[in-house]
Every structure is written in structure tokens, then in C-alpha cells.
């Protein structure tokens, strides 16, 4: 605790603060951890990022609201990875019909006890108008989410409580008294917040041949691009996904000598840019291709190298019961149990694309509702058990995980984990991810098959 001015006046020396990282106020607004580097985006979505971020610091009429309040913003027709349908707001770059650049705005999204998958409340709505109508919901919800009850007080309660068509009704009558007046953002405003995410000093780059080669004479070094590199949508550049989720240490887990090699590799490799992700991994947005064998090697050394984003043994796990005084249990030796029974990458390659979350507790900060697979960690009668859920997703298919049926012990999770992908092993049709295959069959045969060998 006594470091704790000296850490934040370092931050501040590098303009970073904690303002607004707790209370009941607008939290930090989130993206995709490939905003603006990655091909395929409507926009870059920094700018409207950072539109929210000034608008919202130091707002005297949102700095006590029933509850806390996160805001995402979503640019990728494809993809969604910022869970941002399990926001207070979720907020994604559209265009219409007629080509032009707009939001489509849901509210009432969260984890936590009261899990929700948010609901649309306006389809398009015209990008100069995004603060009046953020700030429209904010009132609404100000006054009228509750502050009797903590546990009832965040916005997707009210939301469920009025139905999202009446308090859509209730933000458009607010919204009216706003729209036009000095919260409307003009295009230039647009334009001086995107010159702060301007374009690092990008080279003219031939496809890489030396890269082809290299690929070709080194399966690992092939294997690992296939893996954890990302399209970039400059050519002759490639995103890097640095993989914290070794075997035997704690997802997400680097220490601060590591950090410095990072750091080092971040100024050599990526114009100095680091990015980190919420599902605990490392981003280097900028990585020459030609530079791609050089740079595994160095993540090799670092441990940093394991091919395995977005494949089952890429687990988000929060610190659970050795850190958290608010745990039912522990989460990291669970997710360790898991990476310990699936040592072998091919294997793993054959289950297909898997996320598994896992908290250990209520409030979710594993987000393990939006698992495809979920494991809570529950106290029962002093005794630490584990809930499995199936079938969440945080991605544009948005959705929360139903609960398997009674809860498991520590030692059986491993065993538990692999029955269910068993089942799936022998119900997918070629081709099926786990998601599809448990959206198609439903819980019950997983059901049948856990609780038959569990007995
Ligand atoms: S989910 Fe619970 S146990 Fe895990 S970090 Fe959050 S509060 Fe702590």
C-alpha cells in the first residue's frame, strides 16, 4: 500500500492513470486488441474509444450512479473480441444502407450473478449523435436503476425490469431533448481524436519469400504462425499474439523481468507498442513479416511461444482463491488439471476452436458464462466444488452458458473437462466446432454421459 503513490506517479509520468478504475462511475471503455491493425474492420474504432473516454472522465453528473458502468466498442463485422454484448453498453461501428458511418447501441449486457446477453435499443444511429444519446441512457439509468439493493442496481437490471422496449422508449424521449444541441460531435471533432492513433512509420514490403521459407523448412515456426498471427491489413505485416498460457503457470501470469523482454521486444519488433488482451495474452500489432522466425525464436526463450490462441488450453482463469478474498475456490490449479491432461497440441488442434473460462466465483471475472465451456468455482459447506457450464459464447453469437447440473469436486475436473469433450469428439459432424455441435444437441447427452461416469 505505501508504493501505491510512487506506482501512480510513474503512471502519470507516461500518461496513465487509475481515475475511474473503481467507484460507481463510467469504467474504462474497451476494444478489440486489434483496433486498427486488423483487416477487415469498419473503422478504426480508438477514436470513438477515446470520444467516450473524454467524455465520460471526470462527468460530474455520472460520477455516482446506482452502480458501476462499462462501455465496449466493437469495429469488426466478424469478430467480436471484446465481449462487447456483456457490457452495461455495447457499442458497434455500423454502416447503413446508404453508406453511411453510424452506431447500433445495446444496453443492459453483464456477467456477475444476473448474466444477460445485452438488447438492441436503436439499430443505426448517426455517428454525430453517439454522446447525446450515451448520454441519454445515462440518465435514464441515473435516475431510475436502483440504489436500495447493490446486487439489483446495475443497468441490465433495469433494463429486464422495464423490458428493453420501454426503456428504449424512455432514452428516445431523453435523447430528443439532447440531439442537436452541444453534444453533438461534428466531423472534425471525429477527425482531431483519430489523429491521435495515427499509422506508426509502416514500410512498402514485398510478400515476405524469406518467410515462405522459413515456414516451409520449420513446421514448429509454421505451426506457431498458423496459430497465433493474425492478418494484418498492412501488407508485409503480421499481429502477434503472445501466448502467457504456458502449462504450470498461472494464466496470464509474466513477471516483471519478463515484462522487461517484452518491452525490449515490443521496441525492436513493433514500433514500442504493447497491447494486452482480456483473455490474458500479449499483443505485438506491428511485426514485420520477414521478422516473424527471429521473433519466435525470442518467445521460444521467453516461453512465450505456445501455439495455442484460441484453442482449449487458452484459458481465461481468474486468480481464484490463492489471491482473492472474495473466492469460493481456487481457479488456477483447475486450469492447470486441464492443460496437464491436454499436454498434446495436436490433440488439442483436433478439438477445434474452445474457450474455456473459469471464476471462481459469482462475479465472474473469468467470464466463465461466456465460455463455451464455464467452470464456476461454488462453497459448499466450507468445501471448494465446481459448476460446469456449456454452450456460452462472448463473440457476435452472443450467449450464456447452461449449467451442466450439480457441481464437481477439485480431483474430478480434469476427468470431468474430457468427457464432455468426448461427447462432443462423437457427435460432431465433420467439420463442427464445439459450439455448433452443443447448439445443436443440446446439454443432455453431455448430461447423460458426465453424470453416468461420474456415478
Ligand atoms: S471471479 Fe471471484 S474469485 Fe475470481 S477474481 Fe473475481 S471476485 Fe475473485
Sequence with gaps: MADVPEILAELASVEMHAIQTSGNCIRNTTTDQFAGVVAGEIEDPRPTCELIRQWSTFHPEFA???????????????????????HDIGVFIVRN??????YKIMVGGGLG????????????????????????????????????NKYKARIKILVKALTPAVFAEQVEAEFKHLQGGPLTVPDAEFERLASFFTAPAYETLPASAE??????????????????????????????????KKTGIAPGDITAEQMEAVADLADRYSFGELRSTHEQNLVLADVRQSDLPALHAELKVLGFDTANIGFLTNIICCPGGDYCSLANAKSIPIAEAIQRRYQDLEEVYDLGPIDLNISGCMNACGHHHVGHIGILGVDK????????????????????????????????????????LNTYLDLRQPGEAFLATYRRVGIEPFKERVYANAD
Design 97 to 102: 444502407a446508404a453508406g453511411e458511418r453510424g
Design 113 to 148: 450473478r444476473t448474466p444477460i446477453v445485452g438488447s438492441i435499443i436503436r439499430d443505426f444511429l448517426p455517428h454525430q449523435d453517439l454522446i447525446a444519446y450515451l448520454d441519454a441512457v445515462l440518465r435514464v439509468y441515473n435516475l431510475h436503476g436502483r440504489r436500495d
Design 381 to 420: 459447506r466450507g468445501a471448494e466444488f465446481y459448476q460446469v457450464s456449456l454452450g456460452g459464447s462472448a463473440g457476435h453469437d452472443a450467449s450464456i452458458g447452461d449449467i451442466l447440473g450439480p457441481s464437481f469436486d477439485a480431483g474430478d475436473m480434469a476427468e470431468v473437462i474430457e468427457e464432455v
Design 64 to 86: 455516482f450512479l446506482p452502480r458501476k458502468f462499462k462501455i465496449a466498442v466493437n469495429a469488426h463485422p466478424d469478430v467480436d473480441r471484446a465481449a462487447t454484448q456483456v
Design 211 to 244: 518467410l515462405a521459407a522459413a515456414r516451409a523448412a520449420d513446421p514448429v515456426l509454421d505451426n506457431w504462425v498458423h496459430r497465433n498471427v493474425t492478418t494484418h491489413k498492412v501488407p508485409g505485416y503480421a499481429i502477434v499474439t503472445l501466448s502467457l
